[in-house]
């Protein structure tokens, strides 16, 4: 009996996902997310801002007044300078972003990889395997 199609591409996509979970970046990541966990001022002043932007949208949507909703959103944005002034969420975003620009590198990497191959949306708008003037994409039909 053979294997299903694209069975031994998921197995590698999954060896890849194991790499990565394992890699330096998520480490740093987790130990980030740990320390800001156990941060009691960080989740006090997380749990501040939780509330205060709850209470923000109930006010937007309610159509409050213009003074009350800018009195709540300075609260919302003087809790945030004041997570950003302490160094593990400094530490902890960074590790995040780290860890979201890794996983869009490698999924721009195969798209673009196989867009070269096949015709494919790569972006928005973009086509790879041709133009779309040419309609060389496969049929799009951005100009």
Not at 76 to 89: C, M, N, Q, S
Not at 99 to 120: D, E, F, Y
């Amino acid at each position: 009996m053979s294997e299903p199609v694209g069975s031994a591409i998921l197995t590698r996509a999954r060896a890849l996902a194991e790499w990565i979970a394992d890699s330096e970046e998520v480490e740093r990541y987790r130990q980030s997310k740990e320390k800001i966990e156990q941060h009691p001022e960080v989740q006090e002043l997380l749990q501040s801002l939780q509330r205060r932007q709850r209470r923000l949208a109930v006010l937007r949507m309610r159509g409050a007044p213009r003074e009350e909703i800018e009195e709540v959103q300075r609260a919302v944005d003087e809790i945030e300078e004041r997570l950003a002034a302490i160094p593990v969420v400094g530490e902890y975003r960074a590790a995040r972003e780290e860890i979201s620009n890794l996983l869009q590198g490698i999924a721009q990497v195969i798209a673009h990889t196989v867009s070269s191959r096949i015709p494919v949306e790569v972006e928005p708008g973009e086509c790879g395997g041709g133009t779309c003037g040419s309609r060389g994409c496969g049929g799009c039909t951005n100009r």
